[in-house]
């Protein structure tokens, strides 16, 4: 009887190191604090969004099982998560539903799991897709916002840089107090005024161009007295830019419903554009106007409390630069962008354009004196 060798013991991969059980942790803690969000979020959803939501939580619930199988007895200890991720969860209960996605949208974007060999292909694919899902439904919320959102936030920025400059300008020059702040509530009411009749014309004009591009409902009251044969409907569906074979296709198909329904319908126009998503003239100029003045107020704030010389200057500059970190933070959201580098951005443009009308202030008052 011949001894046989015992096979070798399969090698094992070592034990994790203090540092990767620390970042397994942190994947976890993301994962459990992303799956509350989405669920939090599909309570306030309803029908098909409500659904992906809680597919999303049930896609994060199976990646937390992947860090819990690879961590043992570590998964026990609670980790802080990202920033982002932390950010997205405190945002989710205060704010409404776009800010939350837009924030999803970035931390799935920028998901570690590409890199990050512990994670498995699946899980990386996840995340990537994940990422398109909540693109799509941060999409429909951005479409829900109204154009007097967007009045607002650009009111609000143009009421910065344009007072601050203003001010620090004429300041610059060696005028008294009286003179800068006077200048400041021109500019204030001189902006406000303009912004909210240009934003009224804006939405006004954008609504009666697409009215324009609405078909007439009365055409379609003609339908069933078309020549299923030979008809002109054929020539609408190709100036709307269908090809030939479509647009016959469609004529026919229209034409035939109509001869058998009592409430014919002729196909609208896709514009492209949403009507609710213009606002109204009205309410697009009022939010111009009202954000228009809170930004420009902000500037002129150390003269109102009798500031003068360059700790007016500074206050001003840094009360400014705070307001320009949140309204460029805010639009870098809504894009689904990162909002830090948007932020910083739009900060350094209304200091660029202060900075300019200063120099040129200082100029002026130096050949005048």
């Not at 945002?91 to 799935?108: K, W």
């Not at 804006?202 to 007439?216: G, I, M, N, Y």
């Not at 299923?228 to 419903?257: C, K, W, Y």
């Amino acid at each position: 009887m011949t001894n046989q060798q015992s096979a070798p013991a399969a090698p094992t991969d070592p034990p994790p190191d203090r540092r990767t059980i620390r970042r397994w942790q942190r994947y976890l803690a993301n994962e459990r604090l992303e799956e509350r969000v989405y669920r939090d979020l599909a309570e306030r959803r309803t029908g098909e969004d409500r659904e992906i939501l809680l597919g999303l939580a049930a896609a994060e619930s199976r990646h937390q099982q992947h860090w819990i199988r690879l961590l043992g007895p570590h998964a026990a200890k609670k980790r802080t998560p990202d920033l982002v991720t932390l950010f997205l969860a405190f945002f989710g209960r205060i704010f409404g539903s776009v800010f939350i996605l837009a924030l999803a949208q970035q931390s799935e974007t920028s998901s570690p799991y590409q890199n990050d060999d512990a994670a498995s292909p699946e899980m990386a694919a996840d995340e990537r897709i994940h990422a398109e899902v909540v693109r799509a439904l941060a999409a429909r919320s951005r479409a829900r916002l109204s154009g007097n959102f967007r009045a607002a936030v650009f009111g609000a920025n143009d009421g910065l840089v344009s007072n601050l400059a203003l001010v620090l300008g004429v300041g610059a020059a060696g005028v008294p107090n009286t003179v800068i702040l006077l200048t400041g509530v021109s500019g204030l009411l001189a902006g406000a005024l303009s912004m909210g009749a240009g934003e009224y014309i804006s939405v006004r004009s954008q609504r009666e161009l697409l009215d324009a591009s609405t078909p007439d409902p009365e055409s379609r009251h003609a339908l069933a007295d078309l020549n299923i044969d030979a008809n002109e409907l054929a020539l609408v569906f190709r100036a709307r830019g269908m090809d030939p074979d479509e647009a016959e296709i469609q004529a026919h198909r229209t034409i035939s419903e109509a001869k058998t329904t009592n409430a014919p319908q002729l196909p609208s126009l896709e514009s492209g554009i949403e009507s609710s998503a213009l606002g109204t003239g009205i309410g697009a100029a009022l939010s111009s106007f009202a954000f228009f003045s809170s930004g420009a107020l902000i500037p002129i704030l150390p003269y109102i409390f009798g500031m003068t010389g360059l700790p007016a200057v500074f206050l001003s500059a840094g009360l400014v630069g705070i307001a320009l970190l949140f309204t460029g933070g805010t639009v870098g959201l809504l894009s689904g962008k990162a909002p830090g580098p948007r932020a910083l951005r739009q900060m350094a443009i209304g200091f660029g354009a202060a900075a300019v009308t200063y120099g040129l202030g200082l100029v002026f008052g130096i050949s005048t004196g």
